[in-house]
């Protein structure tokens, strides 16, 4: 199955965080452990740091409850999710019933958008160059 590589770091509010959590563990693969009951999930993408092999680091994802009913209208932020192959990863979620709202190719790199059931939208990004990660 393809899956999502990593992400910079979200925390995610919804209307109905189960449920969300296990949208994204169908569609994306993802493995979310339940912190509270109900109430707020999450999971850690591990690293090695760039600079230090033997150094490892880890990203937070988390979707939890809101304390208030959230507006469908809401997309107040994207979230950029890196994939192995893109192709494999739209064809996976349009069998699965997933709309794919755009898609844009650069040199540089292939880029579709979804939304996940809450309205959240979703940029899915397969790199077609490596970075240098100059000054990290």
């Known amino acids: 199955m393809e899956k999502v590589k990593g992400i910079g770091g979200v925390f995610i509010y919804a209307n109905d965080a189960k449920a969300l959590a296990d949208w994204y563990a169908l569609h994306f693969g993802l493995k979310f452990q339940c912190y509270t009951p ?3 999930f999450g999971l850690e993408f591990c690293y090695y740091d760039a600079n230090d092999l033997s150094k490892r ?3 937070v994802f988390s979707i939890m409850d809101s304390k208030t009913v959230l507006p469908a209208q809401r997309r107040e932020f ?3 999710y890196r994939v ?3 192709e494999k990863f739209l064809a996976q979620l349009q069998s699965q019933g997933v709309a794919i709202e755009k ?3 650069y040199d540089y790199g292939l880029f579709a958008w979804i939304a996940d ?3 959240n939208r ?3 990004y397969q790199p077609l160059i ?7």
């Open 38 to 40: 109900e109430k707020c």
């Open 57 to 59: 680091t880890h990203t």
């Open 78 to 80: 994207m979230v950029n």
């Open 84 to 86: 192995d192959d893109l």
């Open 103 to 105: 898609r844009e190719d």
């Open 117 to 119: 059931p809450e309205g």
């Open 122 to 124: 979703i940029e899915l």
């Open 130 to 136: 490596e970075p240098t990660c100059e000054g990290s």
